[in-house]
């Protein structure tokens, strides 16, 4: 009798694995699937929050009392530069929301941004980083909550493609997806240090993969003719690391301001090497944006693409005090750079406006809580 009940259930579990396993889809088959659609306008505004890392000692009312500062002042400041029409567009969130929290933090982060977008006027899309893995929930129950949310824009397909949150926005004239794009914002999962699937649980860094450059080929030739992108994505790749030496050791004269005051975490190993951004440059790829370094905000103009750490948002965790009086060579730079006359941390947003269907600005806000007056500095690329 026992060897009988244990026959049935092993071909009832086989049986319910077999059905539960959906075969992936190939991505080439489903490419609209990866594509969502805003109404173009001159003057589309994309507030860049990276590197937030709510975790278990985070203080949420604390971390939202910051963020609507941020978003406070990023409306007030779109508003006296470019009209009271103006506004917050798109919110892109590159990574690190979280670290080691749990699925509270996600439900108060979500209403948080909920409650945000339809008082400012925004919808927010989310990325992976590194430490979004790392939590006390299922990954999926992240994924769920975010493709869930009315104002977010979030896809992660049954499909062979690497990586949890790769997809597009096309900016249309109508607003509709089916029209060809003014512009398009490329969202790519850039890994996560660490194998999700591999025996060894480790790697040294991380990459953007051959099948996700492919894949955004495709959605890009889909989208119109040499349509204008910006990438948004969390871990830098060896193309900052080659540019900074440039600057730094070759003397070339790059446009490049900001502060860098840590590595990119780019290791030189060719095995994570990627040609992103190589072939985005041949495919009118004008900027590439990402978190990941919270003591950098680095940016430059690289082969005619603009290369941009996003300015860490939030004092969680660790990010940069810079000193006026600092003897280190690359803050005194930044300070050049910057204009700023007093010391103040590297905390805030970066904020991109699309000013034509061929140009952008971009600037970055620093933003300190202070007991009497914050301090708050915006300065222009």
């Not at 396993?21 to 969502?36: E, T």
Request: charged share 25%; proline share 2%.
């Amino acid at each position: 009798m026992r060897r009988r009940f244990l026959f049935v259930l092993l071909v009832f579990l086989s049986v319910s694995v077999l059905t539960s396993c959906k075969k992936a889809s190939d991505y080439q088959d489903i490419l609209d699937d990866y594509v969502f659609s805003m109404k173009y306008h001159d003057n589309f505004n994309i507030l860049q929050l990276t590197d937030i890392h709510w975790n278990a000692n985070t203080s949420t009312m604390a971390s939202e009392r910051y963020l609507e500062k941020v978003f406070t002042e990023a409306d007030k400041h779109i508003k006296e530069t470019q009209g009271e029409d103006a506004k917050i567009d798109l919110v892109e969130l590159t990574g690190d929301m979280f670290m080691l929290a749990n699925t509270y933090h996600i439900k108060t982060f979500i209403k948080f941004f909920e409650e945000k977008a339809t008082e400012f006027g925004f919808y927010y899309a989310v990325l992976w980083g590194n430490h979004d893995r790392h939590g006390l929930y299922n990954p999926n129950y992240l994924a769920k909550k975010f493709a869930n949310a009315p104002h977010c824009f979030y896809f992660e397909g049954e499909d062979n493609l690497y990586g949890r949150s790769n997809f597009v926005i096309n900016l249309t004239a109508d607003g509709k997806k089916e029209s060809n794009a003014i512009w398009q914002i490329v969202n790519l999962d850039s890994g996560a240090s660490f194998s999700e699937t591999s025996t060894s649980p480790f790697k040294d860094y991380d990459y953007i993969r051959e099948d996700q450059i492919d894949w955004w080929l495709k959605v890009h030739e889909k989208a119109g003719t040499n349509v204008p992108t910006i990438a948004y994505y969390h871990i830098p790749q060896d193309e900052n690391l080659v540019a900074w030496n440039l600057v730094t050791e070759e003397g070339q004269a790059l446009k490049n301001k900001f502060f860098k005051l840590e590595g990119f975490a780019d290791n030189g190993n060719e095995k994570y090497a990627s040609d992103f951004y190589e072939i985005g440059a041949e495919n009118n790829l004008k900027a590439a944006f990402m978190g990941h370094a919270h003591n950098v905000d680095w940016t430059v103009e690289y082969l005619g693409v603009v290369l941009g750490l996003g300015v860490k948002t939030g004092p969680e965790l660790y990010y940069a005090h810079i000193d006026v009086n600092s003897t280190d060579e690359n803050m005194i730079k930044g300070l050049a750079s910057v204009g700023i006359t007093e010391n103040f941390d590297l905390i805030g947003a970066s904020l991109v406006t699309i000013l034509d269907s061929n140009n952008f600005a971009l600037s970055h806000l620093y933003l300190n809580e202070r007991e009497s007056d914050d301090f708050v500095a915006w300065v222009n690329w």
